[in-house]
């Protein structure tokens, strides 16, 4: 029996990302994407606002037609995911006692930026937070008050345990389908991070 691929999954309605999946498969993960991410830490403003200015002055390279691309099929991944996630928040969210949004570790990374960057949206005007410790700024008391595509990817890709349950629960084509959309986001934003390498260097 020949076995499918993931991407054999993707919603038909996700046209863009179902062409990434043709076009990069399903090929090993871009070489250093496990290095550390300067961006993916406490920042106050003032040095975080410098740091958005220079990944904005850097970005013009000869590969953003192909980031541009990509951070499409990138939204419509999350945005198709949305849906899913805001019908699972709604269900576990509400009198949660340890919200996942205030766990060490939620911070833009450069993959988000490179992605809000290639869609031409507005930078974040800061990290989720400037100390760790600190609550998430873009939490309010009725949840996030971002859009999913602009939150870090980690708000997204997260289940907590309640959430997972839920996810279980749902037919197997359609777990199926989600954990593809989730895995071909995650692989379109590592191509982001390789043409960003490739154009300016892993300290860019």
């Not at 496990?34 to 410098?50: S, Y």
């Not at 949004?101 to 992605?115: F, K, Q, R, S, V």
């Not at 997972?164 to 590592?190: G, I, N, W, Y």
């Amino acid at each position: 029996m020949t076995r499918r691929k993931n991407s054999d999954h993707i919603p038909a309605e996700l046209v863009t990302l179902t062409e990434l999946s043709r076009e990069y498969g399903h090929a090993d993960p871009a070489n250093g994407q496990d290095e550390a991410d300067r961006f993916k830490q406490p920042f106050t403003d003032a040095p975080w606002l410098d740091l958005m200015k220079k990944l904005r002055e850097n970005f013009a390279a000869p590969d953003r037609e192909r980031m541009q691309s990509l951070a499409t099929g990138i939204r419509e991944g999350l945005l198709w995911c949305d849906e899913v996630m805001d019908r699972y928040c709604h269900a576990t969210c509400h009198g949660c006692r340890d919200f996942c949004c205030n766990a060490d570790g939620i911070y833009y990374d450069l993959a988000d930026l490179l992605y809000l960057l290639a869609l031409a949206n507005d930078l974040p005007a800061g990290q989720t937070r400037p100390r760790r410790g600190a609550p998430c700024r873009y939490l309010s008391q009725e949840g996030c008050i971002l859009p999913r595509m602009c939150r870090p990817f980690i708000c997204t890709w997260y289940l907590c345990e309640p959430q997972m349950a839920l996810l279980s629960a749902e037919p197997l084509p359609f777990q199926k389908q989600f954990t593809a959309v989730l895995q071909l986001v995650r692989r379109c934003r590592q191509q982001l991070l390789a043409l960003h390498w490739e154009n300016h260097g892993k300290n860019a």
